[in-house]
């Protein structure tokens, strides 16, 4: 409704000689915006950009659809199909006029202001919005490789990678254990390991009750741990089992023909092994010179415009963000301050005050759902908390139904507003 | 009649030119803040465990963030978002979710 109006509105403002002074010059041509990456973040930033402001818009994105990430945990414990993890591109091209380039993205040159596409075309930009989300560092665990992930997979994409895991938790013999290798902070969605054992537990409670789930932290604490832990012991009792990192020593090596994980001081050998590794930027921002040693990259917080390059802006899982996780509604907060800024540097249109949002739920059953969030602002050159919140241990069984019921809504929500 | 016609055309020549001025910044702020419930908070809400807030009455909406800023209304979500609202955002918003509602 509201977008058939501000269409109607801008035919009218059109026909009335109006929309020429919107634009840099009359006569001139729209300036070009290009987004690297459509998940989360890019989709969003894309679309916002081409909702809001005049401007020619650009999406790159090698795949036909995003499966995503988040709620993927919810299809490993059969909760879910997987189809309702999948959103294509169609509206934004089609509802929003954003030019959808299915292509990989190779390279930048922010001299020329061009981006370069695998089948050799250079696609020149005013400005560049980045959303390249994450890339592993296979070399961080001995043994661990992109073969190796085909028998030892991460799942921590969307797309084959689930699927894979499903299929092996699906085929596991009744108890087996499942060993999940969670890594060090700051790594994408931090609640997602310790939800992903709360529904594989769902599952294997369903199914195969005598299984056995064993954690392998690479860090002594993890986030919303007390709450995972009193969902554990409620709904689970006796299968699942977290060892921090000054228990084992820390994941050093894996043996994936014997699906072996191998600490400091011990070998554990698992039926199905979830081996989520470190991680660094997408690699194009790394190739590109946006990230810094951590191998993230630095934002300014009021515009998300590289700190390193001028002109380029990168939002979601790749950035260091502040107060903020690395999350899906994260991404899709940063976006939209992304797009305002970009949008009021190339047109001239008004700034505001930049704010930001996330709230993480976790299902720790079917029917029971944890949340952490806030409210941030600028504060201190970062994107900073404001008001916090968390669930609390010992809340009635039907808040906890609610969240999940919350949940559920809020994917249908922020799906819609990425690519609808 | 020719009287009462006369008497319209400065008054509605007066309203085009004040009216949309007087709420063109109020909007670009409304729909700069909407962006952020569009998270959550579905223009067309088949879910309903989060309402849709589209085409909500304008004086409602400002009472509502009010309750949920002092604690009246418990939710922790919805805390968060109205104690990062001032009253002239909370206003700028409700006028924009009463006449367009969310999602660009």
């Given at each position: 409704m509201s977008r058939w109006t501000r269409r109607r509105f801008i035919r009218i403002a059109g026909a009335a000689g109006l929309v020429g002074m919107a634009r840099p010059a009359i006569g001139q041509a729209k300036a070009r915006v290009v987004v690297i990456g459509g998940g989360a973040g890019g989709a969003t930033v894309a679309k916002y950009l081409a909702s809001t402001a005049a401007l020619e818009v650009t999406l790159v994105e090698a795949n036909p659809q995003y499966n995503t990430c988040f709620f993927s945990n919810l299809y490993l414990a059969g909760l879910r199909s997987f189809e309702t993890l999948a959103h294509g591109y169609d509206d934004l091209g089609s509802k929003h006029g954003i030019n959808v380039v299915?292509?990989?993205?190779?390279?930048?040159?922010p001299a020329a202001k061009t981006v370069r596409l695998a089948g050799g075309a250079a696609l020149p930009y005013d400005r560049l919005v980045m959303a390249p989300g994450i890339d592993f560092r296979f070399d961080a665990i001995e043994g661990y490789s992109e073969a190796a992930a085909k028998i030892m997979p991460h799942a921590w994409r969307g797309g084959e990678q689930t699927v894979l895991l499903r299929r092996q938790l699906e085929a596991m013999p009744e108890g087996g254990l499942f060993v999940l290798v969670a890594p060090a902070d700051p790594f994408r969605c931090p609640p997602g390991p310790y939800e992903r054992v709360s529904l594989v537990a769902d599952y294997f409670k369903r199914e195969k009750p005598k299984a056995k789930i064993l954690i392998l932290d690479s860090k002594n604490s993890f986030s919303k741990q007390e709450l995972f832990q009193d969902g554990w012991n409620r709904h689970y009792p006796g299968m699942v089992e977290w060892l921090p990192l000054d228990f084992t020593g820390g994941v050093k090596a894996v043996d994936p023909d014997n699906r072996a994980v191998k600490t400091a001081d011990g070998t554990f050998n698992a039926a199905v092994a979830n081996v989520i590794p470190p991680q660094t930027a997408g690699r194009i921002a790394l190739e590109s010179g946006l990230a810094d040693k951590s191998g993230w990259c630095p934002v300014d917080p009021s515009t998300l415009e590289s700190q390193l390059q001028a002109n380029i802006h990168l939002v979601g899982d790749a950035i260091k963000p502040g107060d903020m996780p690395k999350s899906a509604f994260a991404a899709n907060s940063q976006a939209k301050v992304c797009a305002m800024a970009v949008a009021a540097a190339l047109t001239g249109s008004r700034r505001f005050e930049p704010r930001f949002f996330n709230t993480c739920w976790s299902f720790l059953a079917a029917d029971d759902a944890a949340l952490i969030g806030a409210s941030y602002h600028v504060a201190d050159g970062k994107i900073a908390a404001a008001t916090k919140f968390i669930s609390k241990v010992g809340e009635s069984a039907e808040v906890r139904a609610q969240a999940a019921r919350q949940a559920s809504a809020w994917y249908a929500a922020i799906t819609a507003d990425m690519f609808a | 009649m020719q009287v009462s016609l006369r008497a319209a055309i400065p008054l509605l020549a007066a309203s085009s030119l004040l009216g949309p001025q007087a709420l063109a910044a109020d909007d670009e702020l409304g729909a700069f803040l909407s962006e952020t419930c569009a998270a959550c908070h579905q223009a067309d809400a088949r879910e309903s465990a989060i309402p849709s807030i589209s085409g909500l009455d304008e004086a409602k909406f400002i009472s509502l963030i009010q309750a949920y800023r002092s604690g009246m209304r418990t939710n922790s979500v919805m805390h968060a978002v109205a104690t990062s609202l001032s009253d002239e955002e909370t206003a700028a918003l409700a006028h924009y979710l009463s006449t367009r509602g969310v999602q660009p």
């Open positions: 299915h292509e990989s993205a190779v390279g930048v040159d | -």
